[in-house]
Structures are given as C-alpha cells and as structure tokens.
C-alpha cells in the first residue's frame, strides 16, 4: 500500500506566480489534511477536506489560498501571487474514514518545499 | 485554543542511553490523543507513538515509550537504548477528540542529537 504521495517534492517560483501543490492520499483514505511548516517552526494546520467537501479551513489564509480535494483524482493547494513569506514545506496528511467516531491517525506525505524568489 | 510547548529546543544523548523529551499542553477538553512525531533529515513526518486521553496506561511501542500525566497536562517519550537512526526533529502534537475536529496541533518541536 503506497503511503501519501505529494509532488512536486520541490518548486521555485518567482513572486507574483502561483503555486499548485498535489497530495495523493492512501488508498482508502477520503480525509485529506494541509499543514505548513516555516524554517525551524512546527506545522501548523491549514485545511481540513473530505471528498468535494471543505471541512475545516480555519488555517487557511484568507487571501491567495485556495484547497479542493475533487471527487476523482489529487487534493491541490493552490498558492496565487506567491510572496517570499509563502516560502514554507508544506506537508498533506490523510486518514481513513471514521468509523462510528474512532479516531484515526493522520499518516503524512513527503512534503513540498515551495521557495519563492 | 489548544496549545502545545516543548520547551527543549535541543537535546543530546550519548548513543544507547536513555533519553526523554518533554511535552506539555493546554486544553479544557477531557477527551483527547495525543501523539508524538519524528521528522528526521529527510523532513518525512513519522508516527513514533499515540496515546488515547482515556486511557490510564502509558503507551509503548518498542523502544518508545511515553509517561502520560493527564492532570499535570504532560506527554513526555521516552527513548532506551538510543540508537543514530533516532536523531531526528520530534514533535508532540494534540488533537480533539470533540466530532468533527481533526486537525493536529503542534509542538514547535525539540532537535535530538545521537552521539556515537
């Protein structure tokens, strides 16, 4: 079973370009997960989606930042007009459908490390 | 708003002694999981142990164990026998047990060094 895939691993873009993060998660995983991790910080949770469905996204920026987990195919962070400041890993978890609310471990991705020019 | 401090910022151990990092958290909830993360040079985030906030006993999972104080608000891991491939970012992180709220919460994260 593959565990979560994320591409590209690495993206440079110049400020003002946008950004496309994909996450793939496990098989049988419907919940998607998009955390951010700043150099030598934590990660901090951005957004929360089931399939076609954007559960939390209390993390998420206000402005320029976008998520959709699509009924066929990857989750996408999209990042518009990219700034030095959204220079960040950027890391996407997945886990299994709750089953009768049992808790379920978030399994992570490799990351992306997105650096803005 | 649930916090989570790891107020070690760097530790070291000599390579098959004993080593434990501290965690502690802020919460009003009682029902909660708490887990501990290792990220080592390659920046994968790893599953290193979970422990359930209903649970009395303190998890294990091989040479990772924790020491789970639920009144003191602490989740401290243990690592015997240290071995160069735990050198690693660990992170503690919490999450709710409340319906619906999934997302971690993150400790800033403690760099552990191996020495041979």
């Known amino acids: 079973n593959a565990g979560v895939m994320q591409n590209p691993r690495h993206l440079v873009r110049r400020r003002g370009q946008e950004a496309r993060l994909r996450c793939s998660p496990m098989?049988?995983?419907?919940?998607v997960y998009w955390y951010r991790q700043l150099p030598e910080e934590g990660l901090k949770f951005m957004v929360y989606?089931?399939?076609?469905?954007?559960?939390?996204e209390s993390g998420m920026p206000k402005e320029r930042f976008s998520a959709e987990f699509p009924k066929e195919g990857p989750s996408i962070l999209r990042i518009q007009q990219v700034v030095r400041g959204d220079s960040a890993a950027y890391f996407c978890?997945?886990?299994?459908?709750?089953?009768?609310?049992?808790?379920?471990?978030?399994?992570f991705g490799p990351g992306t490390r997105l650096l803005v020019l | 708003a649930q916090t989570v401090t790891q107020s070690q910022p760097e530790m070291s151990v000599q390579e098959a002694e004993t080593v434990t990092l501290s965690c502690t958290y802020d919460?009003?909830?009682?029902?909660?999981?708490l887990f501990w993360y290792k990220q080592p040079p390659s920046r994968q985030m790893i599953l290193v142990i979970r422990?359930?906030?209903?649970?009395?006993q303190n998890a294990t999972e091989n040479r990772f164990s924790v020491n789970f104080q639920k009144a003191a608000k602490s989740f401290s891991l243990k690592i015997s026998d240290s071995q160069l491939g735990d050198a690693a970012m660990y992170f503690c992180?919490?999450?709710?047990?409340?319906?619906?709220?999934?997302?971690?919460?993150f400790g800033q994260g403690t760099r552990l060094t191996i020495n041979p």
């Open positions: 978890a997945s886990s299994p459908r709750l089953i009768g609310g049992a808790e379920e471990t978030q399994y």
């Open positions: 098989k049988g995983h419907s919940h």
């Open positions: 989606l089931q399939k076609e469905n954007i559960i939390d």
């Open positions: 919460t009003s909830e009682s029902d909660y999981y």
């Open positions: 422990q359930e906030a209903y649970k009395q």
């Open positions: 992180a919490y999450r709710s047990a409340a319906g619906g709220a999934q997302k971690l919460v």
